[in-house]
């Protein structure tokens, strides 16, 4: 088993980053929705994939990753839908890259990030060994 939290400084940056690459170099998704994508510092830290022109983002950096993050459709004329987290939800369109870059932010999980390195059992065991932050009430 991995134990994501230790790997992230060695090798998960390293992982989230060729993740990256691979959606550039895989040429479905649109060059604007990925810079914008990118751009986003909460985003740059997850492990990107593609479907059918979609982009997706994952909590962790193997397969199969996870659904619990909101995706973004290509749609007619430029535009995007978001959808998500599950396929049989549907968040919304969006006229712009940056419109559905923000929608997805607004639903992301929480602490969401940087991508556990390993699988989403592995991610899953290690949340819950790992004891919730108590909110500050002071």
């Given at each position: 088993m991995h134990d994501g939290a230790v790997n992230w400084n060695s090798s998960g940056e390293a992982l989230v980053e060729a993740g990256w690459q691979a959606v550039r170099d895989d040429g479905r998704v649109r060059t604007e929705l990925l810079e914008a994508a990118y751009a986003e510092?909460?985003?740059?830290?997850?492990?990107?994939w593609t479907g059918m022109g979609e982009l997706h983002f994952s909590r962790c950096t193997e397969k199969r990753w996870t659904w619990d993050i909101p995706y973004i459709q290509p749609a007619a004329e430029g535009t995007y839908w978001?959808?998500?987290?599950?396929?049989?939800?549907?968040?919304?369109?969006?006229?712009?890259?940056?419109?559905?870059?923000?929608m997805v932010i607004g639903r992301l999980p929480a602490h969401c990030?940087?991508?556990?390195?390993?699988t989403p059992e592995e991610l899953a065991a290690h949340e819950a060994a790992t004891p919730n932050p108590q909110p500050d009430r002071g």
């Open positions: 510092p909460r985003l740059r830290q997850l492990f990107p978001v959808s998500g987290p599950l396929r049989t939800e549907t968040v919304g369109p969006a006229a712009t890259a940056q419109e559905a870059i923000a990030g940087p991508a556990f390195v390993g």
